[in-house]
């Protein structure tokens, strides 16, 4: 799985990682189980500090996303918890998306469209 | 006997400039990804970019090809010359004066650098990394590297111990030669292991979404450098044992310069094999090649020095020739940066100084 990460972005990079791991789990790239690279190593292969990989780790963590124990270092979560709700926070996300989209004369149906794709 | 010193300073001055001008100043410029350390730029290629990007690559490409040249030419002259202090002195001014086959390549650099400002090509700042190639991809078998300068380390205490008198014979040359060609050496490949490993160790470049295609790409490379590096160990450790049993044999100089020629073609021929599989590797991948690397120009000081304080990786690809060289933001890169500018500066007033109180002579 390939990670792109913006430096001119608004997007803190440990948001950036995090993102695109949750997007990963999601779309199979990164399987259940699958082992992630160490703090260290990532850190390293990004050229970041490693205290903001940690960050990420930490955050994908809380989440459920991950789980991380000192022997086996971070894997993707085998059952991720699935609440069925969405948070205030995505909501807020999906309801400015859709703003900008529909002052963009984008129509319901491409965006209907796109959700199917990327569901 | 004489004669031998300028064929194997000719040996390793002209191939190395000749090479340089080659790796640095390269035939096709528009088909390839960097130009002088710029990344190359669809903008460079069309209306007036295109004229003012022919006319910065042509000149840096001339003035690159007249200083290779004037060495050429100066080595060549300087073979029929007699080999007095001066001539010494001469020659080993011709062997810095190699680094000055690059001044064109930063030229070109800086020109391409503001060319890049007046057609408005912002910077993307986009790096991509292969989540599943992290710390995966090395191609360096230690024990290869390492066996080689345990021979070299062993030849070198055949030889201090020789010296010494331990096994009460005595060589034919004269006392402390062994140890001191042996300790020179041993230096080398007290270099040579560090480097290996942090070019093994360097960035997984990504061509490609598919992480087979990157992590082949990286292997096949990294391989390339481990080949290089252990190819050098074993002439380095075979050379200077050979060179120990020779000298206990004889005293004879020219059988001694004789061997150092063989061992500089050997190494000359090494770095060459080198080279050309690099680019065999950089060609075989370029069809692979889907992602556009991150535009990180700024940071190369030159095109040749790399100088990113936000960047915490200490050794990453160089831009002129083939390998890797240091991050000069990184501490350690720092350290490496003052010792290297120490020892380069401090050997050439040295040499000009035991050559104008009469200390440097055949």
Known sequence: ?????????????????????VMGISSGELKPGEQLPTVRALALEIGINTMTVSKTYQLLKQEGYIMTDRKNGARVRENITQSGVMSEENKTELRRIVSEARLSGVGKDVLKKLIDEFY | MTWLIKVIMFVCIVPSAILMYMLGFSGNPGKKKMIFGVRDNPKFHE???QEKFDAIVSSARKGGLIITAIVVILSIVMLFLPVTGGTLLAWILLVFALFLVAAPYGKGNMELKNLKKELGITKSGVTYTDLKNTNTVHALKLAW???????????????????????????????????IMSLSFL??????????????NTRNMVISRDSSINANYSRAKKKTWADMFIAMSWANALYLIANNVLMFFTDSEAAVLISTLGYTAVIMVVVIIGVINQRQVESRYA????????????????GMFYYNPNDTRLNVEKRLGYGATVNFAHPAGKVIGI????????????????????????
């Open chain 2, 47 to 49: 209306g007036k970019g």
């Open chain 2, 187 to 200: 230096f080398i490949a007290a270099i040579i292991i560090p480097i290996a490993v942090m070019m093994d």
């Open chain 2, 339 to 362: 010792v290297s500018a120490i020892i380069l500066i401090g050997s050439l007033i040295l040499i000009i100084y035991l050559s104008f109180t009469g200390q440097l002579a055949v």
């Open chain 2, 287 to 302: 069809r692979d090649t889907e992602l556009e690397l991150q535009d990180d120009d700024d940071n190369w000081i030159l």
């Open chain 2, 145 to 179: 590297i390492i066996l080689p300068n345990v021979l070299a380390l062993l030849g070198t205490i055949a030889a201090v111990l020789t010296d010494f008198g331990v096994f009460g014979v005595t060589p034919a040359v004269e006392k402390y030669a062994l140890t």
């Open chain 1, 1 to 21: 799985m390939i990670i792109r990460i913006d430096e001119y972005s608004d997007v803190p990079i440990y948001m950036q990682i995090r993102n695109q791991i």
